[in-house]
């Protein structure tokens, strides 16, 4: 979903330039560093998310939840799920895993490693009064580890980077199933904007 989303959000940058793009940072060097930044954005459809994974000691991830059903995902078979897999992040946030948001629906997002949900790596799109305290409070309640989702990642993660004044996309954690197209083993494209 991510890539084929984020070309089509390129398509309307370059013709009516809608589209917005909202960054959340994934991790941090610092405490806490199980943590969104920030943990809730409001998106109108149409924008895409950019999550930057930034935390270069332990890997996360980035999956949709379920409301009132913190830490565990969304059906993966329904429309509008996203799985980023496990990533390492890197300090300057080059590793950005991104979705476009197709709906108004409130989206609930959680870490899927280890402990990272319920020691508080939750965040929310478009949280309506008091969902995201809600979706925090039932995870930090949790008294165990949710395994991670036996279920597809979608999208790529890529790296940004310039060469020759084109910003240039490398994937660094090509999509395994769902959506998306990325090249294994560092595939490039080069798009100037
Ligand atoms: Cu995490």
Redesign the pocket.
């Known amino acids: 979903m991510s890539f084929l989303a984020w070309s089509s959000c390129l398509a309307t940058l370059v013709v009516v330039s809608q589209c917005a793009r909202i960054r959340i940072d994934?991790?941090s060097n610092g405490a806490p560093a199980?943590i969104y930044t920030p943990r809730t954005v409001t998106a109108q459809v149409g924008d895409i998310v950019d999550f930057h994974f930034i935390d270069e000691n332990?890997?996360?991830?980035v999956v949709r939840g379920i409301a009132g059903a913190p830490c565990t995902p969304y059906p993966a078979k329904k429309e509008g799920f996203f799985n980023s897999g496990f990533i390492l992040g890197e300090p300057t946030g080059s590793n950005v895993f991104s979705v476009e948001v197709n709906e108004t629906t409130p989206i609930p997002i959680y870490?899927s490693?280890g402990g990272?949900c319920r020691a508080g790596?939750v965040g929310y799109i478009n949280p309506g009064q008091g969902d995201f305290e809600a979706y925090a409070s039932g995870a930090a309640a949790l008294s165990k580890n949710e395994p991670p989702p036996m279920v597809p990642q979608t999208g790529g993660v890529y790296q940004q980077g310039v060469e020759n004044g084109l910003i240039v996309i490398t994937f660094v954690n090509a999509p395994s199933g769902g959506g998306g197209k990325g090249g294994k083993g560092g595939h490039q494209w080069g798009y100037g904007w």
Request: glycine share 10%.
């Open positions: 994934v991790g199980l332990a890997a996360s991830s870490c490693v990272h790596m």
